[in-house]
């Protein structure tokens, strides 16, 4: 059995809340991704995920899987690996362990080997016959800034790992008594009116994340069809991003409270009107085959 010892990243420093809810510096995440983006050229893909039960850990986890082209909705969290010992696990060829360097210290030391831990650096262990033998260390800092595309081993290099830039976005619809409307909802920033959009998540299909972002960014929920209404792209992280669109039959508006990004304005127009006012151009024939 191979061990992936992953630390989690280093923390907001200002961060003033419980220690468990701490969240990754920006450092913390690029350093996590670039740890991810290595073992999935390596092909070392784990069988199994645990993670302690803090957030660092957590999203250290989450961040080093995708980049590395895997999805990250496996993880499970582990009581036992929080205190630095060793989590239980079926027999299996390879298993993730993501902890605080301190716990991921103990665990070490009880398996029999010594070396130094830090945020964010990766131990890769064999477990034979009991024993324990360290077989490398990786250290962030010490592996490259930018990212192969489209795939772990691509040829290309971009700021961001490889997924960031096939994205998904939906067109929230429903049937009225005057005919289709349409949901739009306010830009991040608040300058803009947009449709949910965001980047297609390993593990899922591009209309399950648009799904997803609808039900984030616009508080609704619905169906959408297997086909997209079109494509387009638009330039952002040094490169190409290109979005698929999928026109959602909305069956379920969600309250405030329901609604994660209810800091956002939403509101229903009819398809020519959200031509009108939607900031991307490329959205206007998607628009009329409503």
């Known amino acids: 059995m191979e061990l992936l010892l992953l630390c989690a990243g280093a923390g907001d420093k200002s961060w003033a809340g419980p220690s468990a809810d ?5 450092k913390g995440k690029r350093r996590a991704q670039k740890i991810g983006a290595w073992i999935g050229q390596k092909g070392l893909q784990p069988d199994i995920t645990l993670t302690a ?11 080093s899987l995708k980049a590395a082209g895997w999805t990250a909705r496996d993880i ?23 902890a605080p360097s301190g716990a991921i210290q103990a665990l070490v030391e009880r398996l029999g080997s010594v070396v130094k831990t830090r945020a964010g650096t990766l131990l890769i262990v064999s477990l034979n016959a009991g024993n324990a033998g360290l077989k490398g260390c990786i250290d962030p800092r010490n592996l490259p800034d930018l990212f192969p595309w489209p795939s772990p081993d691509g040829p290309e290099l971009r700021p961001r790992p490889a997924y960031y830039y096939t994205q998904s976005a939906a067109i929230p619809y429903r049937k009225g008594g005057a005919g289709i409307e349409t949901l739009i ?13 965001g980047i297609v998540e390993p593990g899922l299909s591009p209309a399950q994340s648009a799904l997803i972002e609808a039900r984030e960014e616009a508080g609704v929920e619905g169906t959408a069809g297997h086909d997209p209404l079109g494509h387009y792209t638009y330039d952002k992280w040094g490169a190409t991003c290109s979005v698929a669109v999928y026109a959602m039959e909305v069956t379920r508006v969600l309250s405030g409270d329901q609604w994660e990004e209810n800091h956002r304005d939403r509101r229903w127009v009819s398809p020519v009107e959200a031509a009108d006012l939607l900031h991307q151009p490329a959205l206007l024939r998607m628009l009329a085959q409503l």
């Open 76 to 98: 499970r969290g582990s009581r036992k690996l929080s205190a630095g010992l060793v989590p239980d696990f079926p027999d299996v060829n390879r298993v993730l362990l993501t």
């Open 22 to 26: 701490r969240p990754l510096r920006t």
């Open 185 to 197: 909802v306010g830009s991040s920033s608040g300058r803009h009116w947009v449709v949910p959009k």
């Open 53 to 63: 039960l803090d957030n660092r850990s957590r999203v250290t986890a989450e961040k």
